[in-house]
T-cell receptor, first 116, second 112 residues
Framework: NAGVMQNPRHLVRRRGQEARLRCSPV?????VYWYRQLPEEGLKFMVY????????ESGMPKERFSAEFPKEGPSILRIQQVVRGDSAAYFC??????????????FGNGTRLTVT | DQQVKQNSPSLSVQEGRISILNCDYT??????FLWYKKYPAEGPTFLIS?????DKNEDGRFTVFLNKSAKHLSLHIVPSQPGDSAVYFC???????????FGTGTSLTVIP
């Protein structure tokens, strides 16, 4: 009974490269959330997706960041032309239901992105 | 704009005593509240939750209290154990929203 799986656990990129972070939700969960934790800060919402749809991307920077959750396969958070300020822990979470149904999020162990 | 606040960055408690972690929120539309526990290099783990129709929810050693008029919730751990040492995040959501809002966390250290 696997939980949320994220890979890679650690990712090092040079400035200007692309970072691709993968997330496989709990089996049967169709709601995926991405959060970012900067050093010494709390978890900040980035994007909420359902299968093949972006529901809310209000927390995601308008440029360089994109997310998808295709019909088949994991959810992907993509950061193009990374900068040092993108260095953070990126957490994916899933839920079987929409918010408003009193269902907690289940988190993966995160991907720690370091931009050199 | 931080809608969920944890004003104590850290807390130390003796083993066997009670740990009380506090959380304040500003958005009166929040109706579901959660506590997560996080160890270093791991993701947050769901601990306990409470909906706004209740003022208390208990699960073993963990109890969450909600005071809607004060927009305040607290997590009580009793008795505290060394394995409880972790960072605790409170979170809140509104039925009409699309996200959980998290506090900045309180680092709990339980001293053996």
């Amino acid at each position: 009974n696997a939980g949320v799986m994220q890979n890679p656990r650690h990712l090092v990129r040079r400035r200007g490269q692309e970072a691709r972070l993968r997330c496989s939700p709990v089996k049967g969960h169709s709601h995926v959330y991405w959060y970012r934790q900067l050093p010494e800060e709390g978890l900040k919402f980035m994007v909420y997706l359902q299968k093949e749809n972006i529901i809310d991307e209000s927390g995601m920077p308008k440029e360089r960041f994109s997310a998808e959750f295709p019909k088949e396969g994991p959810s992907i958070l993509r950061i193009q032309q990374v900068v040092r300020g993108d260095s953070a822990a990126y957490f994916c979470a899933s839920s079987p239901r929409q918010l408003g149904n009193n269902s907690p999020l289940h988190f993966g162990n995160g991907t720690r992105l370091t931009v050199t | 704009d931080q809608q969920v606040k944890q004003n104590s960055p850290s807390l130390s408690v003796q083993e066997g005593r009670i740990s009380i972690l506090n959380c304040d929120y500003t958005n009166s539309m929040f109706d579901y509240f959660l506590w997560y526990k996080k160890y270093p290099a791991e993701g947050p783990t769901f601990l306990i939750s409470i909906s706004s129709i209740k003022d208390k929810n208990e699960d073993g050693r963990f109890t969450v209290f909600l005071n809607k008029s004060a927009k305040h919730l607290s997590l009580h751990i009793v008795p505290s154990q060394p394995g409880d040492s972790a960072v605790y995040f409170c979170a809140a959501s509104a039925r009409t929203g699309n996200q959980f809002y998290f506090g900045t966390g309180t680092s709990l250290t339980v001293i053996p």
